[in-house]
Nanobody, 129 residues
């Protein structure tokens, strides 16, 4: 079964760093747009970063620019989210998602939240001293 699995979350102090991983099974990530999203308690889910199949980068919001980066490792079939200078407001469950992997269909919107139709279960990042 096609699956995305996030890992790497945990407790980190403000100003610290974490690298989250999004590993795919059942398909290869290199041809697909992979986005990172997050949802803080009581708040709407928001986009973080997305990397397209052609390695174009999309920042969904300005708040993460300069602090977060996204990359992919085709050999590991994994997309990473490097988070630096973490702030308490970065506390959230972080999800990775992709659109139209094999066997899925939908209207394609490059790195659009609304086009994502395969999601991981999320990994919790807590930024606190």
């Amino acid at each position: 079964q096609l699956q995305l699995v996030e890992s790497g979350g945990g407790l980190v102090q403000p100003g610290g760093s974490l690298r989250l991983s999004c590993a795919a099974s059942g398909f290869t990530l290199d041809y697909y747009d992979i986005g990172w999203f997050r949802q803080a308690p009581g708040k709407e889910r928001e986009g973080v970063l997305c990397i397209s199949g052609s390695d174009a980068i999309t920042y969904y919001a300005d708040s993460m620019k300069g602090r977060f980066t996204i990359s992919r490792d085709n050999a590991e079939n994994t997309v990473y989210l490097q988070m630096n200078s973490l702030k308490p407001e970065d506390t959230a469950v972080y999800y990775c998602a992709t659109e139209n992997p094999p066997g899925y269909s939908g209207s394609y919107h490059a790195c659009s939240y609304y086009g994502m139709n395969l999601w991981g279960k999320g990994t919790l990042v807590t930024v606190s001293s």
